[in-house]
């Protein structure tokens, strides 16, 4: 079997699961980022994508209230999936933000610089955000084996797969 894809999400991705996440846009309309997750998720279950995400994000989710409320036990098995790969803050990804914290991209706030950092060293395709400051990042961070990391919104499972939900 061929090895997944490796994707990361940043913090409001997961919170975004876990509440299951409408959002108004500017304009009018809703963004349901749920099912962009959800899809996601789908894929990680059936072995296409691997999850990886920073240790941060295990505390970070809990700075939306809702998910503050759940149970503890709740959480921290649902950051216990096989598809889930948690990414140690260590001195390496502690290295790498800060000098994407130095390279002066703007906007970016240091727990945003691990997140990225994360996803640099976990070699992640993409990193999935709803951010928009770090959506402004996309294809700005080089990756040491080449190109650059994708900073994009979980994608929308395909048609025929929003008729069933």
């Not at 299951?20 to 009018?28: F, S, V």
């Not at 990680?44 to 939306?64: F, H, M, N, P």
């Not at 933000?97 to 970016?108: D, F």
Request: glycine share 6%.
């Amino acid at each position: 079997m061929a090895k997944p894809r490796r994707v990361a999400w940043d913090a409001c991705t997961w919170i975004a699961t876990i509440i299951q996440e409408k959002a108004p846009l500017k304009g009018g309309g809703v963004e349901d980022r749920a099912i962009l997750c959800n899809h996601v998720i789908d894929l990680a279950t059936r072995k296409q994508v691997e999850i990886a995400t920073s240790g941060l994000s295990l505390a970070e989710v809990c700075k939306d209230d809702q998910v503050k409320r759940e149970d503890g036990d709740v959480l921290a098995d649902f950051f216990r999936n096989e598809y889930i790969l948690i990414v140690p803050v260590d001195r390496y990804v502690g290295t790498l933000a800060r000098e994407l914290m130095q390279a002066g991209h703007p906007g970016l706030r240091p727990p945003d610089a691990v997140h990225l950092a994360t996803a640099v060293i976990a070699d992640a395709s993409e990193f999935h955000t709803f951010d928009s400051a770090l959506l402004k990042l996309d294809d700005k961070i080089v990756k040491p084996a080449g190109g650059t990391l994708r900073i994009r919104k979980p994608p929308p499972p395909p048609p025929s797969l929003l008729d069933g939900m």
